[in-house]
Antibody, heavy 120, light 107 residues
Framework: QLQLQESGPGVVKPSETLSLTCSVS??????????WGWIRQSPGKGLEWLAT???????YYNPSLEGRVTIAADTTKNVFSLRLTSVTAADTAVYFC????????????WGQGTLVIVSS | DIQMTQSPSSVSASVGDRVTITCRAS??????LAWYQQRPGKAPELLVR???DLQSEVPSHFSAGGSGTDYTLTIRNLQPEDVATYYC?????????FGQGTKVEIK
């Protein structure tokens, strides 16, 4: 059974870089059937799709993040990651990693989510 | 970006009731719509793809449909386990965008 597990710091200081990792078990990042990505949820903005990556290296990013976001995958370790630079309080959210059935939509399996608070 | 507007924001109904949630897109989305269920304290789960295709494990008392800009998710015979917040998401235009959610509660 597929499982995704997010990990990362619970608190990040303003202007610093947020780094999260998603560990995948019961499935392979090298599969050509799926994409892997990140979605966040905050009280202010609700659910927001952030980025996805394909095993071949194709990446998709939400333009609203204005180039602050990078997604990467390590297929040898079966993990993928998210980096978000120059964070502000507006980036405080629960961050979910998820398997996607298509390039940037239909996330059909989600991790439990990890809360990230941006605060000094 | 395409704006997605759900109504109502919340609904309280009795067990066995029928509940209908509406999602309206700011432009036509040609059935590129998904619905998600998020139970309290849990991650969202994909319920419906392509406006009306229920995922395999979704109970049969859920149904979905619509066209153009207007889409619905209907819960017939509301059950206690259906208590959740439901979200729609369009995938017609990049980037994908979500509605603000509809909270379903039991009276």
């Amino acid at each position: 059974q597929l499982q995704l597990q997010e990990s990362g710091p619970g608190v990040v200081k303003p202007s610093e870089t947020l780094s999260l990792t998603c560990s995948v078990s019961g499935g392979s990042l090298s599969s050509s059937r799926y994409y892997w990505g990140w979605i966040r949820q905050s009280p202010g903005k609700g659910l927001e799709w952030l980025a996805t990556i394909y095993y071949a290296g194709n990446t998709y990013y939400n333009p609203s993040l204005e180039g602050r976001v990078t997604i990467a995958a390590d297929t040898t370790k079966n993990v993928f990651s998210l980096r978000l630079t120059s964070v502000t309080a507006a980036d405080t959210a629960v961050y979910f990693c998820a398997r996607h059935l298509s390039s940037w939509y239909d996330p059909d399996s989600w991790g439990q989510g990890t809360l990230v608070i941006v605060s000094s | 970006d395409i704006q997605m507007t759900q109504s109502p924001s919340s609904v309280s109904a009795s067990v066995g009731d029928r509940v209908t949630i509406t999602c309206r897109a700011s432009q036509g989305i040609n059935n590129w719509l998904a619905w998600y269920q998020q139970r309290p304290g849990k991650a969202p789960e994909l319920l419906v793809r392509a406006a009306s295709d229920l995922q395999s494990e979704v109970p049969s008392h859920f149904s979905a449909g619509g066209s153009g800009t207007d889409y619905t998710l209907t819960i017939r015979n509301l059950q206690p386990e259906d208590v959740a917040t439901y979200y729609c998401q369009q995938a017609y235009r990049f980037p994908p965008t979500f509605g603000q959610g509809t909270k379903v509660e039991i009276k």
